[in-house]
């Protein structure tokens, strides 16, 4: 059973920082690209950061570039997204996404698993 498991959401004041991290179980990420989408109650889930099996490409919505950063660590199976210089507009339900191949998609229904999510609110 694969399972995806979002920490480190909060609450933070704009301009501050929060790394969420993204911890996979029951298959190994090794092989697959993963993802960071946002979701807004009342509209539609967002693709915010992706990046490749091996790491060697990574993605950024435009709203987040030069602020947000993608890593893994495919030895903990764990996915992170740092995000700095936060704004009030980031505030939203972060989901962390796994797709069975090694390359990023940038839309939900590329996506095959999916955790619960973590709540982010920025304060303004």
């Known amino acids: 059973q694969v399972q995806l498991v979002e920490s480190g959401g909060g609450l933070v004041q704009a301009g501050g920082s929060l790394r969420l991290s993204c911890a996979a179980s029951?298959?190994?990420?090794?092989?697959?690209?993963m993802a960071w989408f946002r979701q807004v109650v009342g509209k539609e889930r967002e693709f915010v950061a992706g990046?490749?099996?091996?790491?060697?490409?990574?993605y950024y919505a435009n709203v987040v570039k030069g602020r947000f950063t993608i890593s893994r660590d495919n030895a903990k199976n764990t996915v992170y997204l740092q995000m700095n210089s936060l704004k009030p507009e980031d505030t939203a339900i972060y989901y962390c996404?796994?797709?069975?191949?090694?390359?990023?998609?940038?839309?939900?229904?590329?996506?095959?698993?999916w955790g619960q999510g973590t709540h982010v609110t920025v304060s303004s």
């Open positions: 996404a796994r797709r069975t191949t090694p390359m990023v998609a940038t839309t939900k229904d590329g996506y095959d698993f």
């Open positions: 029951g298959r190994t990420l090794s092989s697959d690209a």
């Open positions: 990046i490749s099996y091996s790491a060697s490409s990574t």
